[in-house]
């Protein structure tokens, strides 16, 4: 799980190549297919190799959820959208539909599989869905810019900083879902971080100002 082992290549990878929301039977979720089944037991070890209650185990299970959570967001999303109880997933080839149940069927009890592809969510799966994924539409909408969010509020990092006049630092579509629905609370965990970046003693170091955009009217600038 080194910097520039497969497994790590393959995680980073993600989020920059292929923020969610998606389809399921997408391009971009092939990449979430692939590393989780070509990697995930680089991963999984760590918690063999530590017990259940080691940090080898913790850190398997978030590097778990980095690749499961944007595949159930998506799906959440879509059902949101669309308001369907059934992913066609006929397209898919049979290890990534292998993949799909496994996650959806095994791992989450959503519904099941059939034999042509096509994978039918429960009622309970999709109440679960809804109920649990929508909290997640915020934090995951800026997933892409989490992961840079020193280097974007100090500005030291070009690429980044180029990167907020696009999309790919928040997914627009997740962020209106989250609007529709309470997300309080979420601003506690931004007002957290933004304010550790101020309350230290290395002031050259300390961003010059903070800028809230798409904030409507601007209450979380003004707190």
């Given amino acids: 799980l080194g910097t520039k082992s497969d497994a790590a290549e393959a995680l980073l990878a993600l989020y ?13 979720s092939a990449l979430y297919l692939f590393a989780w089944s070509h ?14 209650s080691g940090a080898g185990s913790s850190i398997a299970s978030l590097l778990d959820a980095v690749v499961i959570l944007p595949l159930l967001v998506s799906v959440a999303h879509s059902l949101l959208r669309e308001a369907n109880v059934t992913l066609d997933l006929s397209n898919l080839d049979i290890v990534e539909q292998a993949v799909v149940e496994e996650i959806l069927d095994d791992e989450f009890k959503l519904g099941s599989m059939d034999a042509t592809g096509v994978f039918t969510l429960s009622a309970e799966g999709a109440q679960t869905l ?32 180029a990167a907020l006049d696009t999309t790919t630092v928040v997914q627009a579509s997740l962020d209106d879902a989250v609007h529709d629905h309470e997300s309080e609370g979420l601003e506690e965990e931004v007002l957290r971080s933004v304010c550790s970046a101020f309350e230290n003693a290395d002031f050259d170091r300390q961003p010059s100002c903070v800028a809230v955009l798409g904030c409507g009217n601007d209450g979380l600038l003004l707190k």
């Avoid at 680089?42 to 063999?48: D, P, T």
């Avoid at 809804?130 to 969010?149: D, H, I, N, T, Y």
């Fill in 16 to 28: 920059a190549e292929a923020p969610p929301p998606f389809g399921l039977a997408s391009s971009e």
């Fill in 130 to 161: 809804e109920r649990s994924c929508r909290p997640l539409f915020w934090p995951v909408s800026r997933a892409s810019a989490l992961g840079r969010f020193e280097s974007l509020l100090r500005g030291s990092d070009s690429d980044a900083l």
């Fill in 39 to 52: 990697h995930r037991r680089a991963w999984r070890h760590l918690s063999e190799a530590s017990g259940v």
